[in-house]
């Protein structure tokens, strides 16, 4: 049989054509789209030449360096890596003095967290993977409930795993709360969470103890876990006040995502966290298969883990205080500046990082619809905003608040300029 091997392998490389050779992706990794590239990389984006970029579109604080980590929190990067004790592998749901900080840190306002109900992940989306991929079932058609407006990493994770996802929708008008009339028509036999992202991105909404009581009484009422994703906790403004979802003593299981991307300021650590919020067992399995879940990359990066209790403990008062002094700031010059423009309605955030800015499409006859407008407000002013359609939501756009001030400036600036020369009575 092996006579003729090497004839036979001398023959292949004669006969090699590399163009009929190709190899099929996994249905899965198919599954698996970015709806945000989708949109963005679709659009033909020309700035004009002769006004600077201004990206009002990139969710990551860090981008124009006026945002930076708290100098504790370098530190406590820098003592682990120079002490050498963290180099190895942990725990995969991470190491204990880590997950106990990350307890204690949760631990205030009528929340009690303890260490064994916390898991570390590479990253909140790390966090959110797990939780959607343990709780919904592709396999038995299951559906899960994700917010319109919301971050589309939401449906990403669902449908890699064949879950389908449906829509509830937020009412602008209302601080962007849930309609939960709507909420509920969308529940089935098959609906096997319901995720709530507060404060939210893209609305910057904060909400209230009872809008937060309300939606978990129609999960009480349907035994529908909860995947909350309070990746923005506590970044809130002045007057507000953050609740989560753990503290209302619902009686509904809740996985809580979290971690120190946004609120630290360092979204490139990756270093997120789930708590297993659970008042009457519900979830002794799901504790259980998170567990396994956690070991498919054996837990996440532990030099952040090792720094993770000196982050939480010392970051002072005071670098979260002037975040959300800019974040405000930054807000109100927005609201204010857009208000001078025709044709557009920005609703003032209550927290998080974000805006969302409605477009009277109808008075802009010029344009074909949200998507084209975006481009045109790059071609032209240079400015480029996400349209709503990244966020499943058409005729708004979404505008980051984390930019220098007088950048936030001269783009509503430009916008007004833009609209007011297109806005059609
Ligand atoms: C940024 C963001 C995340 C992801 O956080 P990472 O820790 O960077 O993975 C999750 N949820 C929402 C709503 C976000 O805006």
């Known amino acids: 049989m092996y006579d003729n091997l090497e004839s036979n392998s001398t023959k292949y490389i004669i006969e090699r054509k590399p163009e009929i050779w190709k190899v099929e992706p996994s249905t899965a990794a198919k599954n698996c789209r970015n709806f945000i590239r989708e949109i963005v990389d679709n659009l033909d984006l020309k700035p004009n030449p002769e006004k600077p970029v201004i990206a009002l579109s990139i969710g990551d604080p860090?981008?124009?360096?006026?945002?930076?980590?708290?100098?504790?929190?370098?530190?406590?990067?820098?003592?682990?890596?120079?002490?050498?004790?963290?180099?190895?592998?942990?725990?995969?749901?991470?190491?204990?003095?880590?997950?106990?900080?990350?307890?204690?840190?949760?631990?205030?306002?009528?929340?009690?967290?303890?260490?064994?109900?916390?898991?570390?992940?590479?990253?909140?989306?790390?966090?959110?993977?797990?939780?959607?991929?343990?709780?919904?079932?592709?396999?038995?058609?299951?559906?899960?409930?994700?917010?319109?407006?919301?971050?589309?990493?939401?449906?990403?994770?669902?449908?890699?795993?064949?879950?389908?996802?449906?829509?509830?929708?937020?009412?602008?008008?209302?601080?962007?709360?849930?309609?939960?009339?709507?909420?509920?028509?969308?529940?089935?036999?098959?609906?096997?969470?319901?995720?709530?992202?507060?404060?939210?991105?893209?609305?910057?909404?904060?909400?209230?103890?009872?809008?937060?009581?309300?939606?978990?009484?129609?999960?009480?009422?349907?035994?529908?876990?909860?995947?909350?994703?309070?990746?923005?906790?506590?970044?809130v403004f002045p007057g507000e006040k953050f609740i989560s979802t753990a503290s209302l003593n619902s009686c509904v299981p809740i996985l809580i995502c979290g971690g120190i991307a946004k609120r630290f300021l360092v979204p490139g650590w990756r270093l997120g966290w789930i708590v297993v919020h659970d008042e009457i067992g519900a979830f002794d399995d799901v504790r259980k298969a998170l567990n396994c879940l956690s070991q498919r990359i054996i837990g996440s990066n532990t030099l952040i883990q090792g720094a993770l209790p000196a982050i939480l403990k010392s970051t002072p008062q005071s670098a979260f205080d002037s975040l959300i002094g800019t974040l405000l700031r930054n807000s109100q010059i927005a609201f204010e500046g857009l208000q001078q423009a025709k044709g557009l309605t920005p609703y003032m955030p209550q927290g998080a990082m974000y805006m969302l800015v409605e477009i009277d499409m109808e008075k802009f006859p010029n344009f074909k619809n949200g998507l084209d407008f975006a481009q045109k407000l790059m071609e032209e002013e240079s400015v480029f905003c996400l349209p709503g359609e990244c966020f499943a939501i058409s005729g708004f756009m979404r505008i980051v608040t984390t930019v220098p001030e007088d950048v936030i400036q001269e783009a509503c600036t430009r916008m007004a300029e833009f609209c007011n020369r297109y806005y059609v009575k």
Not at 200 to 213: A, D, F, T, V
Request: charged content about 20%; hydrophobic content about 35%.
């Open 62 to 235: 860090t981008v124009y360096g006026n945002l930076k980590a708290s100098e504790e929190a370098i530190k406590a990067v820098q003592n682990v890596l120079e002490d050498g004790s963290f180099n190895g592998y942990t725990s995969s749901v991470g190491n204990q003095e880590a997950r106990e900080a990350v307890a204690e840190y949760l631990s205030h306002d009528g929340v009690e967290v303890n260490a064994n109900d916390v898991i570390l992940c590479s990253g909140c989306s790390s966090s959110l993977e797990h939780c959607i991929t343990v709780l919904a079932d592709g396999s038995k058609n299951q559906n899960i409930l994700i917010p319109r407006p919301g971050f589309p990493i939401y449906r990403t994770l669902a449908e890699h795993v064949g879950v389908e996802v449906r829509y509830y929708n937020l009412i602008p008008e209302n601080k962007w709360e849930a309609d939960l009339y709507h909420l509920e028509s969308q529940i089935d036999e098959n609906t096997a969470a319901i995720v709530i992202n507060n404060p939210s991105n893209p609305c910057g909404s904060n909400y209230s103890e009872e809008h937060l009581r309300n939606i978990l009484e129609i999960a009480y009422r349907y035994r529908i876990p909860v995947i909350a994703d309070e990746i923005y906790e506590n970044l």
